[in-house]
């Protein structure tokens, strides 16, 4: 059962310009997370998706970023019009169930990240 | 992939009691971290110890690292209901690894 997988490992961006953030779950999981961690720092919560639907994007900036967990193919998070403090680790996490019904529904496996550079 | 390994899995204590999580991990790190998730919400950032530090506090949460071990505690001092929480390490080297994670409930 292959981990929960990221790609690409590395973005480099231009400012301006979009950036496509893949993340997909292990075989199973239908409940995405995404997070994002600045240098020397923690990770930050930005949304919590299920197939389909938002969850919950409290951590989410109000512009250009958005995200998606279609009912086929990985989570995306896209970010439009890049800046320089965009640059950061973005990780996603997956797990198999969520509230009320699992028990172990705090159990999230997460990805090895995408690092972004804003150029 | 899941790297750091906490222990216990499952922790049950009363409420005003002590709870202590330890996490163990395999490579060299620049630092630690510890993250609380409550139930169906995303993870939260509790405290970040550098691999040069020992020992950190921050209000009833207290965090020790020992690199010679491998190893880290998080303790919680007078628990509250309101800890009844998932509770995880991360490791950030080359990359930032998680352990599974160790379930903590509170009885008030």
Known sequence: ?119 | SQQGEEDPQALSIQEGENATMNCSYKTSINNLQWYRQNSGRGLVHLILIRSNEREKHSGRLRVTLDTSKKSSSLLITASRAADTASYFCATVGNDMRFGAGTRLTVKP
């Not at chain 1, 990221?6 to 950036?19: S, T, Y």
């Not at chain 1, 409940?31 to 919560?45: A, D, S």
């Not at chain 1, 109000?62 to 990780?91: C, H, M, N, T, W």
């Open chain 1, 1 to 119: 059962n292959a981990g929960v997988m990221q790609n690409p490992r590395h973005l480099v961006r231009r400012r301006g310009q979009e950036a496509r953030l893949r993340c997909s779950p292990m075989k199973g999981h239908s409940h995405v997370y995404w997070y994002r961690q600045l240098p020397e720092e923690g990770l930050k919560f930005m949304v919590y998706l299920q197939k389909e639907n938002i969850i919950d994007e409290s951590g989410m900036p109000k512009e250009r970023f958005s995200a998606e967990f279609p009912k086929e193919g990985p989570s995306i998070l896209r970010i439009q019009q890049v800046v320089r403090g965009d640059s950061a680790a973005y990780f996603c996490a997956s797990s198999p169930q969520g509230p009320p019904l699992s028990r172990i529904t705090d159990t999230q496996y997460f990805g090895p990240g995408t690092r972004l550079t804003v150029l």
